[in-house]
């Protein structure tokens, strides 16, 4: 009975499928001391073999490592492990030879394929505690002390059933505890999805972090280095990048996307300047200006036109570049109402004064905003326990280790190493990425240049974790 107590604790503590399919029917073997067994599956075609073994033979069948490829039983109550499906009972068989019951064709071509010889055999339903039918447990020959083949002992069957049918619950909390999982992966995708549909680059910016930090963590183990991530870690931290940016579902486009500094404004300045040439030309007409005057006229908007579109665009906006934007803001034309108004808005003049990359304070603060909103949206969320670090992590890919990142400003004693993978990874992927629509993609040998400056000048990310990076080539095949 302690034996048996054992078995039942050990198989309700195991968290991996395979292993447990396998202690499964070790155990039933175990309890009803037998030399061979096989445990079938119940699926929508049939009785499926899931685990086969013989112990006097050495075999042991089933799991990734050794598949079985006999079809499945069908569901027709000849078969003895059918009938035992279809009516939830046990059936004690004290030797297939003589029995009239059944048909043991297959068990006694098996004996004659492989030399065995089967006997006695207890065959046991798998059925949960909703009386739910799983699959069936099939032991072969039991053995008394002098190790001889005996019929299964009937007082047995009540052990042997009592742990068939703790064997059905531990499947069928594994196969919720899946399902759980498979809910929750639809999810992120869900959210992938709606963020590819408002912003076609940021899902491949998150894709792309995916697939790199899946293969980093695939060198890690492969290497047998120390910072591995075992299987609910790993799981963790790749649910923690597929949810890091879901708070931009709330970022408005025209920030998210603006690919110049003036954005939307940019049509409002090029009419402006096509309307300044018009009233230009009626000037000239009316003989307020002579054919000098506009010629001088439109090569200095063309010029001017030429400045806007550039600086528009630049990655980095030089001194000289913008003393001559505030020149600009300073002059004035006038309208077809003979009222003076400025060449640029000071809207414009704002964004057009951003000294690098296209988004002012304002919007800058909107768009960093997004850290937070994921934060907020996934707190709202209940994650089973291995998942629980994941809204603290994918809130916090934006901190930095010298405390110069946002929201919330932590320093390095804080930041887990999952968040400072997470911050390597979205750095990267947005200096590498091909698809912005407010930057050109930016060289390999660039892209690492800038992460070793942040690490060793700056001291904003983690130098030995991007070393461990940059030695994996993660990014191969991705980028």
């Known amino acids: 009975m302690q034996k048996f107590l054992e ?8 968290h ?6 396998s202690n499964i029917l070790d155990s039933a073997m175990d309890c009803a001391n037998c030399d061979a067994g096989t445990l079938y599956l119940l699926e929508e075609d049939g009785l499926h073999f899931c685990r086969m073994v ?3 033979q050495g075999v042991r069948q089933g799991g990734h490592d050794a598949p079985i490829s006999l079809p499945p039983v069908p569901m027709e109550p000849k078969y003895v492990c059918a009938w035992v499906a279809l009516n939830n009972k046990a059936i004690n068989v004290e030797d297939v030879h003589t029995d009239t019951h ?3 064709t297959g068990s006694l071509r098996y004996d004659a394929m492989t030399g065995y010889r089967t006997q006695s055999m207890l065959v046991v339903p798998m059925s949960n505690d909703k009386d739910e039918l799983i699959g069936v447990t099939q032991l072969l020959n039991a053995k008394n002390e002098q190790g001889e083949t005996v019929a299964f002992d009937p007082e047995i069957e009540l052990l042997v059933s009592a742990l068939s049918s703790q064997a059905a619950i531990s499947i069928t909390n594994m196969r919720y505890a899946e399902q759980i999982t498979a809910l929750l992966d639809s999810l992120v995708g869900t959210l ?9 680059y940021n899902a491949n910016h998150t894709r792309n972090m995916v697939r790199v930090g899946e293969n980093f963590l695939d060198w890690l183990d492969k290497k047998g280095d120390p910072n591995a991530f075992d299987a609910n870690r790993r799981r963790a931290f790749l649910m923690s990048v597929w949810l890091h940016d879901v708070g931009k579902l709330t970022v408005p486009l025209e920030v998210m996307d603006k690919d110049t500094r003036l954005g939307s404004s940019t049509a409002d300045v090029r009419e402006r300047l096509r309307t300044i040439g018009l009233l230009d030309r009626i000037a000239r007409l009316e003989g307020r200006i002579d054919d000098a005057e506009l010629e001088r006229r439109k090569e200095e908007r063309a010029e001017t036109e030429a400045f806007i579109e550039r600086i528009n665009r630049i ?9 001559r934007v505030d020149e600009l803001a300073k002059q004035t034309y006038i309208d077809e109402n003979g009222v003076e108004q400025p060449l640029l808005t000071e809207k414009e003049h704002t964004r057009l004064q951003i000294r690098k990359g296209t988004l002012t304070d304002e919007e800058r603060s909107i768009m960093q905003s997004h850290a937070v909103v994921t934060g907020r949206i996934l707190s709202e969320m209940t994650f089973p326990k291995i ?3 994941v809204p603290k992590w994918a809130a916090a890919h934006h901190e930095l280790l010298n405390g110069k990142g946002y929201p919330n400003h932590l320093t390095a004693e804080s930041i887990p190493n999952e968040v400072r993978l997470l911050t390597v990874l979205d750095v990267f992927e947005a200096l590498t990425a091909r698809d912005r629509p407010y930057k050109p993609p930016m060289s390999l040998d660039k892209a690492l240049g ?5 690490a060793e000048k700056e001291g904003s990310i983690d130098p030995k974790l991007l070393a461990l990076f940059e030695e994996s080539k993660a990014w191969e095949g991705v980028i």
């Open 450 to 454: 800038i992460l070793h400056i942040m």
């Open 7 to 14: 078995m039942c604790l050990a198989l309700t503590a195991e």
């Open 16 to 21: 991996d499928r395979e292993a447990l399919l």
């Open 387 to 389: 998942y629980a670090q």
């Open 102 to 104: 059944f048909d043991f």
């Open 192 to 200: 992938s999805t709606a963020i590819d549909e408002r912003s076609h």
């Open 315 to 323: 990655g980095f906006l030089p001194d000289e570049d913008l003393a």
């Open 54 to 56: 013989t112990r006097s």
